[in-house]
């Protein structure tokens, strides 16, 4: 935890306007101000140092006697978590330092934090190597710890979602995975993945500029690709091990996976929106979908759209989809009476073609949605459950129609990282 986090490119709410916690629209000015007064309600003449709008709860980094605390608050100000600076008590701190030493070598440790989240510690551990930062848990005792998932505001629950005939005649079973794999602490940011012709996923990290592959057989790492710094990474799409990641303002980089030297090549795709996170090849081999989490740049602030980049000299992107929010929200009514009148908004974090079906699958993890489109028409919708995605951003195809989805974790690493295997159904 520090006071001055690394570069964070994402623009995730505007303060100064209105913000969205799962549903319920709040005006920013007067609810900042809640915020802090509870904040010094429980830490009186607590001295702010950064306040954030994430998806669905706040951070609040503050002073109080002389030590550095983080607050998490979901939007009835209640408190998620608690961080605060600590000394691992001498009785604890061998037991930890021994399953470092075996475990993460190379690593150094930079800073022992308390964790309290309900009426459970335990002791957060960030190791840092070659600028690359990892987070480890334990219990009070020295113990590694698991982390749980948390439960957000939203306007669905798995037992709401269980009840409807929508996901009974759906391609997969979205409420139950067949398979969920627990992605190392490295991963807890995961934006986006794509699958290798070797049966391993390439994961991208939002704000690291390195590509993992993650070997679901294995359950652990094979491999990493170094091809940037810092920034905004949201989505990979591969072919024939040529890699492609995205950065949110539409550059692409682009890598051979097979035999990688670090070299990069570096092309900025002039995009009309400033907030890209959804990339995909297309099955032609000849053109890269985009889709914008953002209206265009003067748009309406209501619109979502993907374009088209053909990949040859000279080319310019063209829409290829209209993502019109209405219509989307009167089809999600009609499976889900529960959210008439609510405006849910898809905001596209990644997008993939069916490989049997044609269908186009939009990924969106404001509200937790999934929409499938046919020939540009609107499909179906389908919301997804907190308890099992917390933050939806990843989306992966197999050849044979299976889907890979992956959920990033909270970004202070109290829900991490996930990737679900869901076959498709026969």
């Not at 505007?14 to 007064?37: E, H, P, R």
């Not at 409807?164 to 969920?180: E, V």
């Not at 989809?321 to 008439?340: C, D, G």
């Not at 889907?403 to 202070?412: A, D, P, V």
């Amino acid at each position: 935890m520090r006071i001055h986090k690394a570069y964070h490119a994402r623009l995730v709410a505007t303060m100064m306007g209105w913000l969205i916690f799962g549903g319920v629209t709040l005006s920013a000015q007067t609810d900042k101000a809640a915020y802090l007064n509870r904040i010094n309600e429980q830490y009186p003449g607590a001295d702010i140092v950064e306040f954030e709008v994430k998806e669905g709860y706040v951070e609040i980094e503050f002073l109080y006697e002389g030590a550095v605390y983080e607050v998490g608050m979901d939007s009835n100000k209640d408190v998620i978590y608690k961080e605060e600076a600590t000394q691992v008590p001498a009785e604890v701190l061998p037991k930890i330092e021994r399953k470092l030493s075996e475990s993460y070598v190379g690593w150094a440790v930079d800073e022992y934090a308390k964790v309290t989240r309900g009426d459970t510690a335990f002791y957060k551990v960030e190791l840092m190597k070659e600028g690359v930062e990892e987070n480890v848990y334990f219990s009070l005792e020295g113990k590694y710890f698991k982390l749980g998932n948390v439960v957000v505001d939203e306007p669905w629950t798995k037992g709401d979602l269980m009840q409807l005939p929508l996901f009974a005649s759906a391609l997969y079973d979205f409420l139950r995975p067949a398979k969920t794999y627990e992605l190392p602490e490295l991963l807890r940011e995961v934006s986006g993945i794509a699958l290798d012709v070797d049966g391993t996923l390439l994961c991208v990290q939002d704000e690291l500029g390195v590509v993992f592959r993650f070997d679901p057989k294995e359950e652990r790492l094979k491999g990493m690709f170094r091809f940037a710094d810092v920034g905004d990474f949201e989505d990979i799409a591969v072919v024939r091990q040529k890699a492609y990641v995205l950065r949110s303002d539409g550059t692409i980089f682009q890598f051979d996976t097979k035999a990688y030297d670090g070299t990069v090549k570096q092309t900025i795709v002039p995009l009309p929106s400033m907030n890209m996170e959804g990339l995909f090849l297309h099955p032609s081999g000849k053109e890269l979908l985009f889709a914008s989490k953002e209206d265009k740049i003067g748009g309406s602030g209501w619109q979502r759209a993907v374009y088209s980049q053909r990949m040859k000299k000279g080319a310019l992107p063209t829409e290829v989809l209209n993502i019109e929010q209405i219509a989307l929200n009167n089809t999600l009514a009609l499976a889900f009476p529960a959210v008439q009148g609510k405006q849910i908004q898809l905001n596209p974090s990644a997008l993939a073609i069916h490989p049997l079906t044609g269908d186009w699958y939009i990924l969106s993890a404001t509200n937790r949605l999934l929409a499938v489109y046919n020939q540009g028409a609107l499909k179906a919708v389908y919301p997804l459950p907190a308890e099992v995605y917390y933050k939806p951003e990843g989306m992966a195809f197999c050849p044979n129609g299976d889907l890979y989805l992956s959920s990033e974790g909270m970004k202070n690493g109290y829900v991490g990282g996930e990737i679900y295997f869901l076959p498709m159904r026969k």
